[in-house]
C-alpha cells in the first residue's frame, strides 16, 4: 500500500489542526498516513514515502524556518524523491497574511526535487489554508486536497 508523510511545523496549533485533518482524510481515502512534526523528521525519512505533504504557518511571507531548514537538507537526496506526489498548505494570522506565498515556496521545492503537484480548480488553489485556528472551510478544503492527493498515489504508486 502506498504510503504518505504529513510533516509539518506548527507553534499555536493552527497548522497542526490542518496536518490532522490532512492525514485522516489521506486515510480515509486508502493510503497509510503518518504525521510527523517537523523537529521529529530526518530527511533521509522522504525516502519512505511515496506522497510527501508539508504544511507551515506563515512567517515574513514564506515557511517557518524548521521545514525550510528539512527541505534545504533534502538536498543530499536530490533526484531521489523525482515523481513521487508532493503537496502544501499553510496557516496565517490574517487575510493576505502571505497564505499562497508560503504554499508556494513549498512547492518550488518540491518541483526542484521533480516531485508531482496536483492543483485544486475550486477553492484553495495551491494548497489548503486557514487564516487563524482552521474553520470548517478550511478542514473541508484539507479533506478534499488529501482525497486527491490520495487518488493520485493511488493511480501512479497502486
Sequence with gaps: MAKALVCYYSRTGNTEKMAIK?????????LEADLK???????????G???LIFGSPTYYGTMAWPLKKLLDESVKYHRKLKSKVGGAFASSANIAGGNET????ILNAL??????IQGEPT?????????GKPDQRSLKSCER?????????KKLFG
Design 145 to 153: 486536497y488529501a482525497g486527491n492527493l490520495a487518488a493520485l498515489t
Design 49 to 51: 514515502y511515496e506522497c
Design 123 to 131: 477553492g484553495d488553489h495551491y494548497g489548503p489554508v486557514s487564516i
Design 102 to 105: 508560503t504554499v508556494l515556496a
Design 22 to 30: 490532512i492525514a485522516e482524510a489521506c486515510r480515509k481515502n486508502g
Design 111 to 116: 518541483l526542484i526535487h521533480g516531485m508531482i
Design 37 to 47: 512534526k517537523v523537529e521529529d523528521t530526518d530527511p533521509a525519512d522522504l525516502l
